[in-house]
């Protein structure tokens, strides 16, 4: 059993690995005494996964299926399952999940827990989507949680704080189809004068940058069949739309210029391929409010020349808000601005503190799986029901069976 996380800067400290193949057995295993933790795709940059000396607990193995309510517009799915694999058995019950992010590798549970997301002005974080949890208990109990369980927005972006989630209940809608178009090289000033308008242009848009490059780099356009079906602006922030045939072959990504369906678009990457630059990298992700979307792009490309040397690139995205406890776009139309950085770990560690200092004006979130400095007292400060959180945390895990050092650091334990 891999014993490090996707990127292999982080190792598990955990004494062993268990992948129960029943509830029973997951229910003896968690309520049997000491450290517990749920264990997924290792997509997280730090060890929020981890529990030293204790268990890492797979959930791949319990036996679930995906069951789509067609009446009710849910899915059940396995808490283990990657999204990819998740959304290609929901196409072919012939329903669809509002979003997808970058990367179709990563699980629901994990993914939903840390606040991961896709882009577009009108969708909200994945974890929105959820309207009902099964989990596992530190007292080794199945409990349910549906849609008007009071406790249920705390859950739904929970840290892996309260249990072991073993399946996920999805708001689903009718299967659609998306194509996707690359806009390349709009300048600075351009971009910023209709930036509203840009980020607002198709159903999903995702701006691609180097902060000390002289022009961004690409707007990145999924456009839903029926919703973007207007015929293509001449341009875009003095953009130039790409045709397909231009752009390089990448067997990684997801095709461009035709159309398919949403589980084959939505994501940038294949789910057959290898996502991003294949682990060999560290993430972090900040996220700020709408207003102060053009400011807070600004700061950073102020310390552009600061980060060149360790930054592959960044992606900018669009979160609408959402009332989950902690996500990072709790009440807050978000732009979220994440940085996929070359495996320079001490500089890159060395980073985080000043860029939130450039990011302070605008009280910056983070991305809860990747790399960020916020500590315990700021993250109070920017989360209306932090200490709510903090609370039920203590009521459904009063001895800290799923307490780890993570945890300890925002103040959790």
């Not at 400290?13 to 049997?32: F, N």
């Not at 973007?228 to 341009?235: I, N, Q």
């Not at 990072?328 to 601005?337: E, K, M, N």
């Not at 932090?386 to 459904?396: I, S």
Request: charged share 25%; aromatic share 8%; proline share 6%.
């Amino acid at each position: 059993m891999t014993r490090t996380n996707w990127s292999d800067n982080v190792t598990y400290t955990a004494e062993r690995v268990v992948a129960p193949t029943s509830l029973d057995q997951l229910s003896v295993l968690v309520a049997s005494g000491g450290g517990r933790k749920a264990l997924g795709t290792r997509h997280c940059f730090h060890d929020i996964a981890d529990t030293p000396g204790g268990v890492q607990v797979r959930v791949d193995d319990l036996g679930f299926d995906v069951e789509v309510d067609h009446e009710a517009m849910t899915a059940v799915v396995p808490a283990g399952w990657s999204y990819g694999r998740v959304a290609r058995a929901l196409e072919a019950e012939g329903v669809a999940l509002h979003n997808l992010g970058s990367l179709p590798h990563i699980s629901v549970a994990g993914a939903t827990a840390t606040g991961t997301h896709g882009s577009g002005d009108t969708n909200r974080m994945l974890a929105a989507a959820i309207v009902g949890i099964e989990l596992v208990t530190a007292a080794g109990d199945v409990r349910t949680f549906g849609a008007d369980h009071p406790d249920l927005p705390a859950l739904a972006t929970g840290l892996g704080a309260f249990g072991v989630i073993t399946r996920l209940t999805l708001a689903v809608e009718p299967s659609y189809r998306v194509w996707q178009e690359m806009w390349f090289s709009p300048s600075w000033d351009e971009l910023f004068a209709d930036f509203d308008a840009v980020m607002a242009g198709a159903y999903s848009v995702n701006l691609h940058v180097g902060f000390s490059e002289p022009r961004p780099r690409l707007i990145w356009r999924k456009c839903r069949v029926g919703v973007d079906d207007a015929d293509p602006p001449a341009s875009i922030a003095g953009a130039r739309l790409v045709e397909p045939a231009d752009i390089p072959p990448n067997e990684n990504r997801t095709e461009i210029g035709t159309v398919g369906p949403w589980c084959d678009r939505l994501a940038h990457f294949r789910l057959d391929g290898v996502p991003s630059v294949g682990g060999d990298e560290l993430q972090s992700e900040w996220f700020v409010a709408r207003e102060h979307a053009v400011d807070a792009i600004e700061a950073l490309r102020a310390m552009g020349e600061r980060l060149a040397p360790h930054l592959y690139g960044s992606e900018i995205r669009t979160v609408a808000a959402d009332d989950l406890w902690l996500s990072p776009a709790h009440g807050l139309d978000c732009l979220s601005i994440g940085l996929t950085w070359r495996k320079h770990p001490e500089e890159v560690a060395a980073l985080q503190a000043p860029i939130e200092a450039a990011l302070e004006p605008f009280s910056p979130r983070a991305h809860w799986g990747k790399l960020f400095a916020l500590d315990a007292d700021v993250l109070r400060s920017r989360y209306e029901r932090y200490d709510d959180f903090v609370e039920l945390v203590h009521r459904y895990d009063p001895d800290g069976r799923f307490a780890n050092p993570f945890l300890r650091r925002l103040g959790v334990w």
